[in-house]
Nanobody
């Protein structure tokens, strides 16, 4: 059983940056795709970014391409989301998630393990 804990959220002004971290415990992230999702009030949870086990494959939502970067440190069992040029519409609870295989997909239902989320609020 993989346990995921996000950190790094907070309140920032538009144009600034944040880096989210997701620490995994209860088992290695070996050959698991890791992803970040977000959910704004009144909206469905949506895909943000995902990364393969070796880091060679990444995928991003169109709305964050060029601004967000996903990375991982497998030795530390940690995944990161660097968020630059933040906009008010990026305000949401951000969730870390893990698959049980190494196929990168943007589909919420195909991720098996989820963290509790961290709030990101971007003021204008």
């Amino acid at each position: 059983q993989v346990h995921l804990v996000e950190s790094g959220g907070g309140l920032v002004q538009a144009g600034n940056s944040l880096r989210l971290s997701c620490a995994a415990s209860g088992g290695p992230l070996t050959r698991r795709v890791m992803g970040w999702f977000r959910q704004a009030p009144g909206k469905e949870r949506e895909f943000v970014a995902a990364i393969s086990w070796g880091g060679g494959t990444t995928d991003y939502a169109e709305s964050v391409k060029g601004r967000f970067t996903i990375s991982r440190d497998n030795a530390q069992n940690t995944v990161y989301l660097q968020m630059n040029s933040l906009k008010p519409e990026d305000t949401a609870v951000y969730y870390c998630a893990a698959r049980t295989n190494n196929i990168v997909v943007p589909t919420t239902a195909l991720y098996n393990y989820w963290g509790q989320g961290t709030q990101v609020t971007v003021s204008s």
